[in-house]
Nanobody, 121 residues
Framework: QVQLVESGGGLVQPGGSLRLSCAAS????????MGWFRQAPGKQRELVGT???????NYVDSVKGRFTVSRDNAKNMVYLQMNSLKPEDTAAYYC???????????????WGQGTQVTVSS
């Protein structure tokens, strides 16, 4: 069984910064991509940024230059550094990872439970 647990959300003023963390645990053999999605009220869940195991990053245009995804492969962790936050960044942020366990020979997609980020003055 695999779990993704996020932390680091909260309330921040416009222009501020937050760092989200996500720890993957369980019977993990290998992790392919890890990253972050977000969902604002009344909107569909959207990609924020992902990072492949070999370091290839992909971001939604609205966060390029402000957000950075990083990984600690030894600890099975992924981070989202968010700078210059805007009110429109307010959403629930979800950790996502493609993980192969010892029991299976293919990758499954896993999600965390979400952490709320609110940008408001």
């Amino acid at each position: 069984q695999v779990q993704l647990v996020e932390s680091g959300g909260g309330l921040v003023q416009p222009g501020g910064s937050l760092r989200l963390s996500c720890a993957a645990s369980g019977s993990i053999f290998s992790i392919s991509h890890m990253g972050w999605f977000r969902q604002a009220p009344g909107k569909q869940r959207e990609l924020v940024g992902t990072l492949s195991s070999d370091g290839f990053a992909n971001y939604v245009d609205s966060v390029k230059g402000r957000f950075t995804v990083s990984r600690d492969n030894a600890k099975n962790m992924v981070y989202l550094q968010m700078n210059s936050l805007k009110p429109e960044d307010t959403a629930a942020y979800y950790c996502n990872a493609a993980i192969k366990t010892f029991a299976l020979d293919y990758y499954n997609n896993y999600w965390g439970q979400g952490t709320q980020v609110t940008v408001s003055s």
